[in-house]
């Protein structure tokens, strides 16, 4: 896609922190980190949505996802790492190609996820949303 900056990013029209880089799939360095050595994980083929990319293609993000999560581990000290997917302005994306921030972790780095749990009023509300969601599976 022509106005896409992931894909300008992988045409090399747009310069960056390349971490790995195969056929299919890119990692890079986020310029607007979370935390120091934040990641960014994207398949080379254009797709917007998780839900719109094809599983062998998910496959290998997912196996980048895995193998820059143990780099920054190992190469950085984190403690833990931190992944992370949205999908839709609504859940948060804002570049419109699918990609996964790899985000890793220090006991001191100061970073707090602002998250406030919801819970159902019981279990029979959890029990119908779970209906929903299994009555519109797709194979």
């Known amino acids: 896609m022509t106005d896409c900056i992931f894909c300008k990013i992988i045409a090399g029209t747009i310069p960056s922190t390349k971490l790995y880089e195969d056929d299919d799939v890119l990692a890079f360095m986020d310029i607007g980190p979370l935390v120091h050595g934040h990641a960014l994980v994207i398949p080379k083929a254009h797709y917007n949505l998780l839900m719109d990319t094809p599983d062998d293609v998910l496959a290998k993000v997912i196996a980048v996802v895995r193998r820059i999560a143990r780099a920054q581990q190992a190469g950085l000290g984190a403690d833990g790492v931190n992944i992370h997917q949205a999908n839709g302005s609504t859940a948060g994306q804002v570049v419109g190609?699918?990609?996964?921030?790899?985000?890793?972790?220090?006991?001191?780095?100061?970073?707090?996820?602002?998250?406030?749990?919801?819970?159902?009023?019981?279990?029979?509300?959890?029990?119908?949303?779970?209906?929903?969601?299994?009555?519109?599976?797709?194979?």
Not at 104 to 115: E, K, L, M, Q, T
């Open 97 to 139: 190609h699918l990609h996964v921030h790899v985000v890793p972790r220090f006991a001191d780095d100061g970073h707090h996820w602002n998250w406030t749990p919801r819970p159902y009023a019981d279990a029979s509300e959890a029990a119908a949303l779970a209906e929903r969601i299994r009555a519109a599976l797709l194979p």
